[in-house]
């Protein structure tokens, strides 16, 4: 089948590897109908991780159930099903206590699994024509027949419950104001989902003219860091309080408004954007390993974080990785009642043999390469 695969850093190919099979009675295969790219794949792409060549990238896939397992009882041939990014066995101490990102069974010694992604297990991507699923009926979110809200659907497999997951974490309360540090998917996810939950206000803080504008499209505040200092914006519309609640969603290349790489300069600003006792839901990706870091302690996941100043204002932090599963299926009936659309983040359809060019355009930010799904 065609995949794309892992070349090097800042390159891609799609390639025949070969086709997935069934490994274990609990298993299905799936032809995938779409995937996307996510930001966590120009991580892998930009060698900013330890991944090597051959990697087959794809974790925000959903698509057509061809083959089921002998062991499988829920799920059918010709489902139309999601697959949450977190591979999960349902049955381990964290998979019972709804902590599927962190898996005890699908990639030991290590807690979590996710497909086609470094050190996450031995998942291929779904970036192909087809995708094997273990412990399916687990894993797949079944979804209505035909091809009705496809690129909606295709946001719950990642970005639409990561940034519901914020929200979470920063255990937003109906009324409250909001401040996410991000315009990306994710963080336009978390804004949407604010704006779902009843917030007041919902600031979004980015210097991308397209993601602000997008932002403000859906009722947001953008706030534009390369014109200002965003704590300071934030404060002011805040009746100098700052918001009740904040959301990290750009993680460890965080850059300040000249383009310098800071790595830990949005969760400071996040601390100083939020009151006194407000919360913080950090689903920026922070890694142990970084070759391509700006100094030798965040090369080594150490960074200068004002833990002084966050304990001094009595605040609380939310952090972890998403869990998809957590709320992958109230989300879709959010979309099938047409109470959500989260498919306003998709920038661009592309086929899958044109996946490299759509890696290089979304690496170097082109305008109309934020969010790109795969058409395979």
Do not use: W
Request: with cysteine.
């Amino acid at each position: 089948m065609r995949a794309v695969v892992y070349k090097d850093v800042n390159s891609v190919a799609v390639e025949q590897v070969d086709d997935p099979r069934i490994e274990a009675p609990t298993d299905v295969l799936v032809r995938i109908t779409t995937t996307a790219i996510c930001g966590s794949d120009l991580h892998m792409y930009e060698g900013r991780t330890v991944a090597e060549t051959g990697i087959v990238f794809g974790h925000e896939n959903m698509g057509i159930v061809e083959e089921v397992g002998s062991g499988v009882s829920r799920i059918r041939k010709g489902d139309r099903v999601s697959l949450p990014f977190n591979v999960a066995c349902g049955f381990c101490r964290n998979c019972l206590a709804q902590k599927t990102a962190f898996c005890l069974t699908v990639n030991p010694p290590y807690a979590g699994g996710a497909y086609g992604y470094v050190g996450m297990g031995p998942y291929t991507g779904g970036q192909a024509e087809y995708l094997r699923v273990p412990f399916a009926d687990f894993n797949c979110l079944v979804l209505p027949p035909g091809d009705e809200h496809e690129n909606d659907f295709a946001m719950l497999a990642d970005i639409f419950p990561t940034g519901y997951h914020a929200t979470v974490l920063a255990d937003l309360n109906p009324g409250e104001t909001i401040v996410v540090f991000g315009a990306g998917p994710v963080g336009l996810m978390a804004a949407y989902s604010a704006m779902l939950k009843g917030a007041s206000k919902v600031f979004v803080v980015d210097k991308v003219p397209g993601r602000l504008q997008l932002a403000e499209s859906i009722g947001a505040i953008p706030v534009d860091f390369s014109a200002g200092d965003p704590v300071e914006q934030v404060v002011d519309q805040t009746d100098g309080m700052g918001a009740d609640k904040g959301v990290d969603a750009v993680g460890y290349q965080a850059t300040a408004a000249e383009g310098e790489e800071q790595p830990a300069v949005v969760l400071n600003q996040l601390v100083d954007a939020v009151r006194h006792t407000g919360r913080l839901g950090v689903v920026g990706l922070y890694l142990p390993q970084d070759p391509g870091a700006p100094d030798e302690n965040a090369a080594n996941g150490r960074l200068l974080f004002n833990v002084g100043r966050f304990f001094e204002k009595g605040q609380k932090m939310g952090t972890g990785q998403a869990d998809a599963k957590a709320y992958n299926a109230q989300l879709r009936d959010l979309i099938i009642a047409g109470r959500a659309t989260p498919s306003f983040v998709v920038s661009k359809e592309v086929p899958l043999d044109e996946a490299p060019d759509a890696y290089a355009r979304f690496d170097r930010r082109e305008e109309g390469y934020s969010k790109v799904v795969l058409k395979p």
